[in-house]
């Protein structure tokens, strides 16, 4: 996945920002985060971009010990559009964002977590999107983790991305990166107000989950 109308972000792994007294920000996805310019967006944080272009929630789960190795004050994710696109199950992808989630609880405690929405696409992605997005909507609390929802600021009435923000169906133009941002910024507001979190959680089993009534 590539993005040729935004400048990717140069704040990763191998350009540690300097521990300033600032808050660190990992931002974990596929080339929709990879391509943000995240450390000018947010240039009151010290950003790190762990996302790295075609992720699938298999890649991210693979790579977790990066992301414990920064030890982050925050985390943001956004992961599992190519899941859905290499024709995984709701289920699978779903699953692994639980994994994911509860991993980096354990690891980092005391670390603030903003879980994403999937993002809209291409129309004939949208049920299985929103029947995703339901999943880790209800999921995120358990691990002390916010969610926030872009679907509405992203999608058309009928699933379709909003082709004002897309060149493709699929990754965002300057436009779409302008829309996702006036909902990530008051959300990542939202999310440094809150302590860390330092009382255990309950980890929920696989067994548990469950697909929603329709």
């Known amino acids: 996945m590539t993005n040729s109308s935004a400048v990717p972000d140069d704040s990763t792994a191998s350009h540690e920002p300097a521990d300033d007294g600032r808050d660190k920000v990992v931002f974990l996805g596929d080339s929709i985060t990879q391509d943000g310019n995240w450390s000018e967006w947010f240039a009151d944080q010290r950003v790190v971009n762990l ?23 925050e985390i943001v994710l956004l992961i599992g559009t190519n899941d859905l696109g290499t024709r995984q199950t709701v289920e699978h992808l779903v699953r692994n964002v639980e994994t994911i989630c509860v991993t980096l609880r354990r690891e980092l405690p005391g670390a603030r977590m903003l879980v994403q929405s999937v993002m809209p696409r291409g129309r004939e992605y949208a049920h299985r999107i929103q029947e995703t997005n339901i999943h880790l909507r209800q999921f995120s609390s358990t691990v002390k983790a916010q969610f926030l929802d872009l679907w509405a600021v992203l999608a058309l009435e009928d699933g379709e991305l909003n082709p004002a923000y897309t060149n493709d169906r699929l990754h965002l133009n300057d436009a779409g990166y302008e829309a996702w941002l006036t909902e990530l910024r008051p959300a990542l507001a939202r999310l440094r107000e809150l302590p860390p979190m330092t009382t255990p959680i309950q980890i929920i089993r696989p067994d548990q989950y469950a697909r929603p009534e329709r």
């Open 51 to 73: 996302a790295r272009g075609g992720s699938t929630t298999d890649d991210l789960l693979a790579r977790l010990d990066e992301v414990v190795a920064e030890k982050p004050d």
